[in-house]
């Protein structure tokens, strides 16, 4: 007989990126991945080019500079830096490094798929708890908790809704939270929140009960993604946890030095969160203008309702054929929902007339 799969892995519903198959001819819109509109700083792709030359030599394996770095700019301590390849892996990482077979991880019910993911390949249960509003519930989350609860995944703000939860009840989250629980606030898209009560939840991971892990990633706002750079402050027993663990070199040097040049450019992030602050509510207005339910999100990205799934499926379908490629929602059970992330002027533009030209067929046909 072949080989066989541990059981349980089988029934993992594999991650499925955006979709990129177009008609034909079409020139792409493609607003599906929460990719940066404004692509990375000008100096962190000359730092790229620049490593053309060092392809043959292993990268730093602790990526000192880069955590250095981070450190300098969060405010924070070096040691308790850890680097990955995305914040998926360090996901991945800290799932198998904290639960297994008859552990439970909990989870939103609208969280980020690869939270049930990584906790089914560990052998661990995943477990939802319901929401409110599209928003994680502190107090389903709480509920939720077991003996047999080993971590719980929160992104914040949340993907693919958008939502976040404030200071204060994130706070009294982590404060009801059983120590034995490890909170993994995951603050992808920190950089694009403006309000004055979000906190990522850095002051939380250096206290005496070390149950609290932030994860950052450059694939969103520092415009990286392609080379695939996550980083997580930890306190210093779980870095010591994940560094046992994790890939003898987890980002090349190409990739550490793009994220070093991206760090420092201050006026390209300054530029991206700018460009995020002006369209995200001009694309949200444009679609509630037409008769759509927008989720009010804090990040790169909004979350728009149909009504029904086959009308979700009918606007997808038209907005492909157009060229327009977003992300829509079966897998996160919103199957009358499309993730469409805020892009450059004109996509924007191209999106919002597409599906105004969508609805107004609709509206012929009926």
């Given at each position: 007989m072949p080989p066989r799969p541990r059981p349980g892995i089988l029934d993992i519903e594999p991650y499925v990126p955006g979709n990129v198959n177009l008609p034909?001819?079409?020139?792409?819109?493609?607003?599906?991945?929460?990719?940066?509109?404004?692509?990375?700083?000008?100096?962190?792709?000359?730092?790229?080019?620049?490593?053309?030359?060092?392809?043959?030599?292993?990268?730093?394996?602790?990526?000192?500079?880069?955590?250095?770095a981070l450190a300098e700019r969060w405010g924070l301590d070096p040691d308790g830096i850890v680097l990955g390849p995305g914040s998926e892996r360090l996901i991945d990482l800290v799932a198998r490094a904290y639960a297994g077979p008859g552990d439970e991880v909990l989870y939103s019910a609208h969280g980020f798929l690869m939270y049930p993911i990584a906790a089914r390949a560990g052998g661990a249960t995943p477990v939802a708890a319901a929401e409110r509003d599209l928003t994680a519930d502190p107090e389903a989350l709480l509920a939720a908790?077991?003996?047999?609860?080993?971590?719980?995944?929160?992104?914040?703000?949340?993907?693919?809704?958008?939502t976040w939860l404030p200071r204060a009840r994130l706070r009294a989250l982590r404060a009801a939270l059983p120590e034995s629980v490890l909170l993994v606030i995951d603050a992808a898209y920190a950089e694009y929140v403006d309000a004055a009560d979000y906190d990522p939840g850095h002051g939380w991971v250096r206290t005496p009960a070390e149950n609290t892990v932030v994860l950052h990633t450059f694939s969103k706002i520092?415009?990286?993604?392609?080379?695939?750079?996550?980083?997580?402050?930890?306190?210093?027993?779980?870095?010591?946890?994940?560094?046992?663990?994790?890939?003898?070199?987890?980002?090349?040097?190409?990739?550490?030095?793009?994220?070093?040049?991206?760090?420092?450019?201050?006026?390209?992030l300054a530029a991206a969160q700018a460009h995020n602050r002006r369209w995200r509510p001009w694309l949200a207005e444009r679609l509630a203008e037409l008769g759509l339910s927008v989720t009010p999100s804090a990040a790169n990205f909004v979350l728009v309702r149909f009504g029904s799934a086959a009308r979700c499926r009918a606007a997808l379908r038209f907005l492909a054929?157009?060229?327009?490629?977003?992300?829509?929602?079966?897998?996160?059970?919103?199957?009358?929902?499309?993730?469409?992330?805020?892009?450059?002027?004109?996509?924007?533009?191209?999106?919002?007339?597409?599906?105004?030209?969508?609805?107004?067929?609709?509206?012929?046909?009926?």
């Open positions: 034909e001819g079409v020139e792409p819109v493609f607003l599906a991945s929460n990719e940066s509109p404004l692509g990375p700083s000008p100096a962190a792709r000359e730092a790229f080019a620049r490593c053309a030359g060092r392809l043959h030599r292993y990268p730093d394996g602790s990526s000192r500079r880069l955590r250095r908790v077991t003996p047999r609860t080993r971590i719980l995944f929160l992104a914040n703000p949340n993907n693919p809704t958008g520092h415009g990286l993604a392609a080379l695939r750079i996550g980083w997580a402050w930890c306190p210093p027993s779980v870095a010591r946890v994940l560094d046992r663990i994790r890939g003898s070199f987890p980002i090349s040097h190409a990739a550490e030095e793009a994220a070093l040049a991206a760090l420092a450019d201050t006026e390209h054929e157009h060229g327009v490629i977003v992300r829509p929602m079966d897998a996160y059970a919103l199957p009358d929902a499309l993730r469409i992330t805020v892009g450059q002027a004109h996509e924007n533009e191209i999106l919002v007339d597409t599906l105004k030209r969508f609805l107004e067929s609709e509206a012929h046909h009926a």
